[in-house]
Protein backbone atom coordinates (compact mmCIF):
# COMPACT_ATOMS: atom_id res chain seq x y z
CA UNK A 1 0.00 0.00 0.00
CA UNK A 2 3.13 2.20 0.69
CA UNK A 3 3.76 2.02 -2.92
CA UNK A 4 0.23 3.02 -4.28
CA UNK A 5 0.28 5.60 -1.49
CA UNK A 6 3.12 6.76 -3.10
CA UNK A 7 2.06 6.97 -6.84
CA UNK A 8 -1.16 8.28 -5.80
CA UNK A 9 1.00 11.43 -4.71
CA UNK A 10 3.24 11.48 -8.17
CA UNK A 11 -0.06 11.69 -9.93
CA UNK A 12 -0.94 14.14 -8.03
CA UNK A 13 -4.28 12.79 -6.84
CA UNK A 14 -6.50 14.93 -4.72
CA UNK A 15 -6.57 13.69 -0.37
CA UNK A 16 -10.14 12.28 -1.20
CA UNK A 17 -8.27 9.70 -2.92
CA UNK A 18 -5.28 8.82 -0.87
CA UNK A 19 -7.64 8.95 2.35
CA UNK A 20 -10.05 6.39 0.46
CA UNK A 21 -6.19 4.23 0.26
CA UNK A 22 -6.20 4.53 3.43
CA UNK A 23 -10.18 3.67 4.31
CA UNK A 24 -9.33 0.62 2.14
CA UNK A 25 -6.42 -0.62 4.10
CA UNK A 26 -8.48 -0.32 7.27
CA UNK A 27 -11.44 -2.02 5.80
CA UNK A 28 -8.76 -4.90 5.05
CA UNK A 29 -7.84 -5.21 8.75
CA UNK A 30 -4.26 -3.52 7.80
CA UNK A 31 -3.70 -0.67 9.83
CA UNK A 32 -1.03 1.98 8.22
CA UNK A 33 1.94 2.12 9.80
CA UNK A 34 4.55 4.96 10.31
CA UNK A 35 5.83 4.53 6.45
CA UNK A 36 2.20 4.92 5.08
CA UNK A 37 1.78 8.04 7.64
CA UNK A 38 5.09 9.41 6.94
CA UNK A 39 4.34 8.89 2.99
CA UNK A 40 1.02 10.55 3.20
CA UNK A 41 2.59 13.57 4.98
CA UNK A 42 5.01 14.22 2.30
CA UNK A 43 5.65 17.97 1.51
CA UNK A 44 5.03 19.21 -1.81
CA UNK A 45 8.27 20.45 -2.57
CA UNK A 46 9.57 16.40 -1.70
CA UNK A 47 6.17 15.25 -4.07
CA UNK A 48 7.52 17.73 -6.92
CA UNK A 49 11.54 16.49 -6.82
CA UNK A 50 9.89 12.84 -7.09
CA UNK A 51 7.58 13.64 -10.01
CA UNK A 52 10.70 15.06 -12.12
CA UNK A 53 12.50 12.12 -11.51
CA UNK A 54 9.57 9.91 -12.75
CA UNK A 55 9.37 11.85 -15.83
CA UNK A 56 12.41 12.22 -16.39
CA UNK A 57 13.01 8.06 -15.92
CA UNK A 58 10.29 7.35 -18.08
CA UNK A 59 11.59 9.78 -20.95
CA UNK A 60 15.26 8.70 -21.14
CA UNK A 61 14.75 5.72 -23.03
CA UNK A 62 12.64 7.46 -25.74
CA UNK A 63 10.90 4.34 -26.29
CA UNK A 64 6.63 5.16 -27.38
CA UNK A 65 5.30 3.03 -24.26
CA UNK A 66 7.64 5.31 -21.58
CA UNK A 67 6.97 8.44 -23.47
CA UNK A 68 2.85 7.75 -23.44
CA UNK A 69 3.49 6.66 -19.72
CA UNK A 70 5.00 10.04 -18.78
CA UNK A 71 2.51 11.81 -20.93
CA UNK A 72 -0.32 10.16 -18.93
CA UNK A 73 1.23 11.13 -15.63
CA UNK A 74 1.65 14.81 -17.20
CA UNK A 75 -1.73 15.39 -18.57
CA UNK A 76 -3.20 14.29 -14.94
CA UNK A 77 -0.71 16.71 -12.84
CA UNK A 78 -1.51 19.09 -15.71
CA UNK A 79 -5.32 18.29 -15.38
CA UNK A 80 -5.07 18.56 -11.62
CA UNK A 81 -3.54 22.12 -11.56
CA UNK A 82 0.07 19.87 -10.11
CA UNK A 83 2.40 20.33 -13.62
CA UNK A 84 5.51 22.60 -12.44
CA UNK A 85 7.61 25.30 -14.95
CA UNK A 86 10.14 21.85 -14.59
CA UNK A 87 8.04 19.87 -15.47
CA UNK A 88 6.39 21.55 -18.48
CA UNK A 89 10.38 22.43 -19.46
CA UNK A 90 11.24 18.68 -19.10
CA UNK A 91 7.60 17.57 -21.71
CA UNK A 92 8.69 20.27 -24.13
CA UNK A 93 12.68 18.88 -24.27
CA UNK A 94 12.00 15.46 -24.01
CA UNK A 95 8.13 14.51 -24.35
CA UNK A 96 7.52 16.41 -27.35
CA UNK A 97 9.06 15.32 -31.11
CA UNK A 98 8.83 18.70 -33.04
CA UNK A 99 8.20 22.20 -32.76
CA UNK A 100 4.22 21.68 -33.58
CA UNK A 101 3.74 19.72 -30.67
CA UNK A 102 5.85 21.93 -28.25
CA UNK A 103 3.46 24.77 -29.24
CA UNK A 104 0.67 22.76 -29.03
CA UNK A 105 1.72 21.83 -25.22
CA UNK A 106 2.49 25.70 -24.45
CA UNK A 107 -1.31 26.40 -25.74
CA UNK A 108 -2.50 24.01 -23.52
CA UNK A 109 -0.73 24.88 -20.42
CA UNK A 110 -1.41 28.50 -21.13
CA UNK A 111 -5.42 27.16 -21.16
CA UNK A 112 -5.13 25.56 -18.23
CA UNK A 113 -4.61 28.71 -16.02
CA UNK A 114 -1.76 27.49 -14.11
CA UNK A 115 0.24 30.26 -12.83
CA UNK A 116 3.50 29.00 -14.25
CA UNK A 117 6.35 30.63 -16.34
CA UNK A 118 7.33 29.29 -19.86
CA UNK A 119 10.81 30.48 -19.64
CA UNK A 120 11.62 26.98 -20.55
CA UNK A 121 9.12 27.63 -24.45
Known sequence: YTVMMVQLQIE???DEELDALLH???GLGIEPDARVREVRALPEANLARMRT???RELLK???KSRTAAA???FDGLLARGKADSVLI???LVHGCSDA???GRLVLRVQRSGLAVGL???
Open 12 to 14: GRP
Open 71 to 73: WAI
Open 100 to 102: TEQ
Open 24 to 26: EMR
Open 119 to 121: DAA
Open 61 to 63: GKT
Open 53 to 55: TEL
Open 89 to 91: GLM
